[in-house]
Antibody, heavy 121, light 110 residues
Framework: EIQLVESGGGLVKPGGSLRLSCVVSGLPFSISSMSWARQVPGRGLEWVSSISSSTISKRYRDSVKGRFTISRDNARNSLYLQMSSLTVEDTAIYYC??????????????WGQGTLVTVSS | QSVLTQPPSVSGTPGQRVTISCSGSSSNIGSNTVNWYQKFPGTAPKLLFY???KRPPGVPDRFSGSKSGTSASLAISGLQSEDEADYYC???????????FGGGTKLTVL
């Protein structure tokens, strides 16, 4: 069974930091590109960041560049998102997902259930 | 405002056929493949189509996807009450070097 389980969400004050984790099972994690996406409550989905299997390639949406850092530990089948200088606009449900990306193709084919991050004073 | 444009809502009665449009540009849909997701409140998104028109296993053939130029469409025929959900299109954007989603379309089955 394929499972992606996020953790680490919670309530944090503006300017604070949080580290999200995602443990993956049932997929060949070490050769999979991975992504984080989010959904602001009542709004649509947003891609946040992606990392290649080898960690050579890391990409971020403009609004989180310089504040968020994506990483992975292939030995632990785990994906991470270190978030700092958080603002209320970062309040969302954060999902991890396995990404397929090659030659014009991009999709997230497996998703976790999400973890809620609330930034509020 | 989303890079890909979808209608906020569509509706239909059971058995009808509905379509959801997704409009983009040359840097996303025009040069890359489109995928579609189905999302129910409180649950994870589910991949409905990849590479424009490919259905993952388990997706009913009542659902179909297509792409032409800088636009894409999702069609649902034989509409059922369980199809009531939010639907999102997505693609990679070469100019932004980022994944982009549509704003989502809420399908209501009347």
């Amino acid at each position: 069974e394929i499972q992606l389980v996020e953790s680490g969400g919670g309530l944090v004050k503006p300017g604070g930091s949080l580290r999200l984790s995602c443990v993956v099972s049932g997929l060949p994690f070490s050769i999979s590109s991975m992504s984080w996406a989010r959904q602001v409550p009542g709004r649509g989905l947003e891609w946040v960041s992606s990392i290649s299997s080898s960690t050579i390639s890391k990409r971020y949406r403009d609004s989180v560049k310089g504040r968020f850092t994506i990483s992975r530990d292939n030995a632990r089948n785990s994906l991470y998102l270190q978030m700092s200088s958080l603002t209320v606009e970062d309040t969302a449900i954060y999902y991890c997902g396995r990404e397929i990306r090659s030659s014009g193709r991009w999709e997230i084919d497996y998703w976790g259930q999400g973890t809620l991050v609330t930034v509020s004073s | 405002q989303s890079v890909l444009t979808q209608p906020p809502s569509v509706s239909g009665t059971p058995g009808q056929r509905v379509t959801i449009s997704c409009s983009g540009s040359s840097s996303n849909i025009g040069s890359n493949t489109v995928n579609w997701y189905q999302k129910f409140p409180g649950t994870a998104p589910k991949l409905l189509f990849y590479t424009n028109d490919k259905r993952p296993p388990g997706v009913p053939d009542r659902f179909s996807g297509s792409k032409s130029g800088t636009s894409a469409s999702l069609a649902i025929s034989g509409l059922q009450s369980e199809d009531e959900a939010d639907y999102y299109c997505a693609a990679w954007d070469d100019s932004l070097n980022a994944g982009v989603f549509g704003g989502g379309t809420k399908l209501t089955v009347l």
